[in-house]
């Protein structure tokens, strides 16, 4: 695959000093938001002129593309052999992991979701800097943590307008509507949008790694879509093409139809979870079908390309970070704060369940067995449609065979008759021929019979003599 071709567009090198960053996440394997928003930024750091190495405990097939582009993908720390100027910390453990081995070195952390672990902050002195993805990050960090609101930026996901490109204008009556979402599955969520949906005359897609129609880039395939339900990114690129936008979430929950007048409230909470207040049923989803509205959606669309692309957020990323290594270039920590700041992670790694790589590799399988058991379930729901559509086509074929089967017997036992009734036509009028030449024999017979009386009758003779004068002086009889 070339990378290249898929490099988050960038402004030119930047003019200060190349910086060499450490980015941190858990894995690079299922292609999750945060985990395209660490391939994004390694991209477009890269693309920026700096160094880029991206720590993680496993990685899938994005590793190729990230290593054409020049970007280290390592699973061990002590294969790193430079210091790194920053640390950008995705997921709490694999950050706290890469801060004690590069001891003195800034971290920004940022935290991609409200609930998961993964987002908990690493609370260690070298960590300069806070960033929340939404209000609801902020907010998890503000009143779980204790972490003063000003000591966190709002930096939210960008996206790559260069990759999404805006779609046409949206027909007045929508057409077709996808569920855009790797949490989708064929269950009764999905089954409710499907049904409002088809009250509408929409067709539905799916697109998503739960249900085994993941694509890697889905860029061109939103462009097919007039209406789009999804959450978080997928959202987000949803508007940016051009897309009317649900929010929505099969495992959570749904919001609203994101309008002109509601996408810059929607943003500053990513179209995400503090959002999804309504149960998904197909009331809920027809009612806000029927919000559609399409030079309003443009209006939305317009709004999120101008204010949600990739350059800017992570340009706000990258002069973050910056500041950081101007201000914090070493980051000396007392032995004994670092003693207490590693009792204080081991009591809360301990009281949680000791999330070993044992464990963590228990959960990125069993992610995995559900992954593939989605899969089977998609499939299975597929060949099942497919069966019974060819059972459908054969019973209507074998129904189309036996009316044809009856028409033809039908055709025939008419034919049959008819040719009876023609069979016995001529037989009568054969009888009749047959009954009349015999009279006609016997009227002759007895002319025959009548006649051979009068040739030898005695008047016959007698009356000779006078036929032959007879036709002597009759005209044109014979003259002597």
Known sequence: ????????????????????????????????????????????????GHAVTIFATAFGDMADELRFASIACVT???????????????????????LLHFHDVPVLTICHDRSAEHGRPAQFTQVVCHVAVD??????????????????????????????????ELPV??????????????????????????????????????????????????????????????ATEALCTGNAVVVLDPSSGMGEMVTAATVAHARRWNFGRALLI???????????????????AGKAGEWMRAHGSLDASLGALERCAQRMALQYPVIEVPASQRANEMARYMEDWIRRGNPSAAHLGI?????HVEGLQQSFNHHQHMHQARLDALQAEARQQAEEARQQADL???????QAAQAAQSNADGNARLAEAEQQTRQARTELALLQAQLREVYASRSWRVTGPLRRVSTLVRPGGPRA
């Not at 720390?77 to 997921?91: K, M, S």
Request: charged residues 25%; hydrophobic residues 40%.
């Open 363 to 367: 959960a990125s399988l069993r992610q």
């Open 408 to 414: 033809a017997a039908a055709q025939t036992a008419a």
């Open 173 to 234: 009556r929508p057409r077709t509507a996808l569920v855009f979402s790797n949490y989708a599955s064929h269950d009764a969520q999905f089954e409710e949008v499907r049904a409002a949906c088809v009250q509408r005359g929409l067709s539905l897609d799916v697109i998503g790694s739960g249900t085994g129609n993941h694509l890697p880039d889905p860029a061109e395939a939103l462009g097919r879509y007039d209406i789009v339900f999804g959450k978080g990114r997928c």
């Open 76 to 98: 061990e720390l002590g294969n790193i052999a430079t210091r790194p100027d920053v640390i950008i910390g995705n997921t709490h453990h694999e950050t706290v992991r890469a």
């Open 278 to 296: 309504r149960p998904i049923t197909r009331e809920n989803v027809g009612a806000e079908l029927d919000r559609y509205d399409a030079a309003d």
């Open 1 to 48: 695959m070339n990378a290249a071709a898929t490099v988050p567009a960038a402004d030119a090198p930047h003019s200060g000093r190349p910086m060499h960053f450490l980015l941190a996440m858990c894995y690079l394997v299922h292609r999750t938001g945060a985990e395209m928003f660490t391939r994004d930024l390694a991209l477009w750091l890269r693309r920026r």
């Open 135 to 168: 209000e609801n990050c902020a907010e998890r960090l503000v009143h779980e943590f204790g972490i003063a609101r000003e000591r966190i930026e709002l930096i939210q996901n960008g996206i790559d307008l260069s990759r999404f490109l805006r779609r046409g």
